[in-house]
T-cell receptor, first 113, second 112 residues
Framework: QKEVEQNSGPLSVPEGAIASLNCTYS??????FFWYRQYSGKSPELIMF????GDKEDGRFTAQLNKASQYVSLLIRDSQPSDSATYLC?????????????FGKGTKLSVKP | EPEVTQTPSHQVTQMGQEVILRCVPI?????FYWYRQILGQKVEFLVS????????KSEIFDDQFSVERPDGSNFTLKIRSTKLEDSAMYFC??????????FGPGTRLTVT
């Protein structure tokens, strides 16, 4: 069974702090990983994706991937109240398919002003 | 910026009825997907579609479900005989490359 696990939170950080969100996955065939942000009652919004070991930075967001440990993380620098949402980690295995996404349950982030 | 659109935003139906959920993917995208999210649960893959045929489907996507691309812009999900447990948010997603997937706003399906 392919699983993506996330701590459901809530994770509470003060405004301006770094928020660290983590995810582990069971499928060693997963090749790419995606972070989506989902506001309550809304659809998932793609923030970042990563497919190589190491770090990938985009503005205030940094995604980290460690395939040996089957671990993915998302760092949000200078957190803002508008970052308060549920963050979904998803993995994709492209072997023989178009890479359907396996989602974790999400981590709820709350940024306090 | 182009977006995936979905209609209707909310559909209420009685158990046993057929429903069709509609999606307009981003115009130059080639890969299409349906996912669902039961309230309070994780987003689950239903089906992927490429080159006018189903690429992959999950265990959830049984004989009661079907997908169609009736023209060059629409992508539909049909549920033939709805059950109470089909109540969920249904998201359409599209991708130009088969990698990054962009989600529509969703259709909330309520089966009574």
């Amino acid at each position: 069974q392919k699983e993506v696990e996330q701590n459901s939170g809530p994770l509470s950080v003060p405004e301006g702090a770094i928020a660290s969100l983590n995810c582990t996955y069971s499928d060693r065939g997963s090749q790419s990983f995606f972070w989506y942000r989902q506001y309550s009652g809304k659809s998932p919004e793609l923030i970042m994706f990563i497919y190589s070991n190491g770090d990938k930075e985009d503005g205030r967001f940094t995604a980290q991937l460690n395939k040996a440990s089957q671990y993915v993380s998302l760092l949000i620098r200078d957190s803002q109240p508008s970052d308060s949402a549920t963050y979904l980690c998803a993995g994709a295995n492209y072997g023989g398919s178009q890479g359907n996404l396996i989602f974790g349950k999400g981590t709820k982030l709350s940024v306090k002003p | 910026e182009p977006e995936v659109t979905q209609t209707p935003s909310h559909q209420v139906t009685q158990m046993g009825q057929e429903v069709i959920l509609r999606c307009v993917p981003i115009s130059n995208h080639l890969y299409f997907y349906w996912y669902r999210q039961i309230l309070g649960q994780k987003v689950e893959f239903l089906v992927s579609f490429y080159n006018n045929e189903i690429s992959e489907k999950s265990e959830i996507f049984d004989d009661q479900f079907s997908v169609e691309r009736p023209d060059g812009s629409n992508f539909t999900l049909k549920i033939r005989s709805t059950k109470l447990e089909d109540s969920a948010m249904y998201f359409c997603a599209s991708s130009r490359t088969g990698y990054e997937q962009y989600f529509g706003p969703g259709t909330r399906l309520t089966v009574t």
